[in-house]
C-alpha cells in the first residue's frame, strides 16, 4: 500500500540516516520499523493470579493474608515463649 505521512524535518534527517545506516531504502526502514513497533505492542497479558491453597478455598480462621508478619510473630511465640520485656 502506498501512503503519505508528514515528518518534522528533525525527525525526518534521524530516520534517513538511520536508514542509510541499516543498508535499507526509507520505506523499509519506516515499514520495518513500524512492523516491530505493533509486535511489541500485541504482547498477551498475563493470565490473572490466582492463589492457591491446600485445603478449602479460604485462609484458616484468625488468618490476616495481608499481615503476613503476625504469622511469623505468633509462631515465634508459640515456639519461643513471649520473651521477657
Do not use: C, N, W
Not at 18 to 37: M, N, P, R, V, Y
Not at 45 to 56: D, H, I, K, Q, S
Not at 70 to 80: G, S
Request: aromatic share 4%.
Amino acid at each position: 500500500m502506498r501512503t503519505t505521512i508528514s515528518l518534522d524535518d528533525q525527525l525526518a534527517r534521524q530516520v534517513r540516516r538511520a536508514a542509510e545506516a541499516s543498508g535499507l531504502s526509507l520505506s523499509a526502514f519506516i515499514a520495518k520499523t513500524l512492523d516491530d513497533a505493533m509486535k511489541r505492542r500485541e504482547t498477551p497479558e498475563p493470565p490473572p493470579f490466582r492463589l492457591v491453597t491446600v485445603r478449602g478455598v479460604h485462609a484458616r480462621p484468625g488468618v490476616d493474608l495481608d499481615r503476613p508478619r503476625a504469622l511469623d510473630a505468633q509462631d515465634d511465640e508459640a515456639a519461643y515463649g513471649r520473651g521477657s520485656r
